[in-house]
């Protein structure tokens, strides 16, 4: 059946075949279930015989904003449909011509004619949008044995690679990780710098100055600063042991200072060595700035790693060898029973009265006579007062005993 040049309803078929369109109309299938029903066909269409694509170039950036092609047919007043391709993941395509930079490289995005299979093709490079600038705030100061956290600002917002690598110019007075964490370790100023990662080198800088007096009433921050930064470090870290030894590692490098007046300065002078006056945020922890605080370190750090009864808040040396797991001596130690973890104690006369020093197991002992320790208010460097790892030989030196810790 033939339709007229005009927009006609064809209804009321008895039987199964084929409707056929004036000019360049489809042919419709009519089957079976379809006898009876009413179809509207419009007049004809006029095909194209050519198609053009503007713009034939264009660049396009990954996460910038779209841009929209224009398909022309011709002649004029051709009215086919146009269909729209991609022949790259890099850039994407609507069904309207509106295209979109995904990641960078080219594509080639084409319009082809539904009526005569006619098609145009753009040529779309896709750009990654780079970094112009980074900015960190030009100074800052941090106490010594503090740490404190850089922010970096990259522009444009939108740029493809915000990533920065930080460095430390000066390691030896302040270091930074990856997230712009600076911890002061030394004396002095840092240049501390975030380079754009995405090749443009750009960099913004920040100079940081270690200040070695801090208020009294600084001491509570100096703490909740090393609260957070040893709780940081236990999170996903399985068992309690762990979580322990983790946070007194964490606490390496900690120096303590000496109380002048309504200041704490840091180092303190080293002329009498370690002991009694020495402020310290585990001192102040428990309540009486006075104490030795290598006992309150580990307390400290049991606490802060939720140990619970394991290891007592303990104020002194003596007090924790009596109330903290098995004690084992010197001369019983072996591998099997002196594992990371455990305690050990230095005496200057070899009885319980003479013990002055506790510190951690840090390594599982082999019973080669040396034990891997982490300590505070120890000798580091020759210079006293530090959080450090050390090792110790059980031959010839002041250790005691170990008491054994059940986790």
């Not at 053009?52 to 950036?61: G, I």
């Amino acid at each position: 059946m033939e339709i007229p040049n005009s927009s006609t309803t064809v209804q009321n078929f008895t039987t199964q075949g084929y409707v056929c369109g004036y000019g360049h109309a489809s042919c419709l299938n009519i089957s079976a279930p379809d006898v009876g029903n009413a179809y509207v066909f419009g007049g004809p269409s006029t095909p194209a015989t050519s198609i053009s694509v503007s713009p034939a170039t264009v660049t396009v950036y990954v996460g910038g904003t779209t841009q929209t092609l224009t398909a022309t047919q011709s002649p004029a007043n051709a009215n086919s449909g146009v269909v729209w391709s991609s022949n790259s993941a890099n850039v994407t395509v609507s069904a309207t011509g509106v295209i979109t930079g995904v990641s960078a490289g080219t594509a080639k995005v084409t319009a082809t004619a539904v009526d005569c299979g006619r098609s145009a093709e753009c040529t779309v490079t896709v750009a990654n949008i780079l970094v112009t600038a980074v900015t960190l705030t030009s100074t800052a100061t941090v106490y010594y044995g503090w740490y404190t956290t850089l922010t970096a600002t990259v522009a444009p917002s939108n740029a493809t690679n915000k990533a920065l690598d930080w460095v430390s110019l000066n390691p030896s007075v302040a270091t930074v990780n990856s997230s712009g964490v600076v911890t002061a370790v030394g004396t002095g100023s840092a240049t501390i710098r975030a380079t754009a990662k995405d090749g443009t080198g750009k960099y913004g800088s920040c100079t940081v100055t270690v200040n070695t007096t801090v208020p009294i009433s600084g001491i509570a921050e100096n703490r909740d600063h090393q609260k957070s930064a040893a709780a940081a470090v236990t999170t996903g870290t399985a068992g309690s042991k762990a979580r322990f030894l983790a946070v007194a590692n964490s606490q390496v490098g900690y120096r303590n200072g000496n109380k002048s007046g309504s200041n704490v300065v840091f180092p303190y002078s080293n002329a009498d060595g370690p002991g009694w006056t020495k402020y310290t945020y585990y001192s102040t922890w428990a309540t009486n700035e006075n104490l030795k605080w290598c006992a309150t370190y580990v307390s400290w750090c049991a606490e802060i790693a939720g140990v619970g009864s394991s290891i007592y808040r303990c104020r002194g040396s003596q007090e924790m060898r009596d109330k903290c797991g098995t004690y084992i001596t010197k001369s019983n130690a072996t591998s099997s029973n002196i594992k990371a973890g455990d305690l050990f104690y230095l005496s200057n006369d070899g009885n319980r009265t003479g013990i002055y020093h506790v510190g951690i197991v840090s390594i599982d002992y082999t019973g080669n006579g040396s034990i891997s320790t982490v300590e505070g208010n120890t000798t580091y460097d020759y210079v006293a007062g530090y959080c450090a790892l050390k090792s110790r030989t059980l031959s010839g030196s002041d250790i005691i005993g170990f008491s054994h810790i059940t986790y």
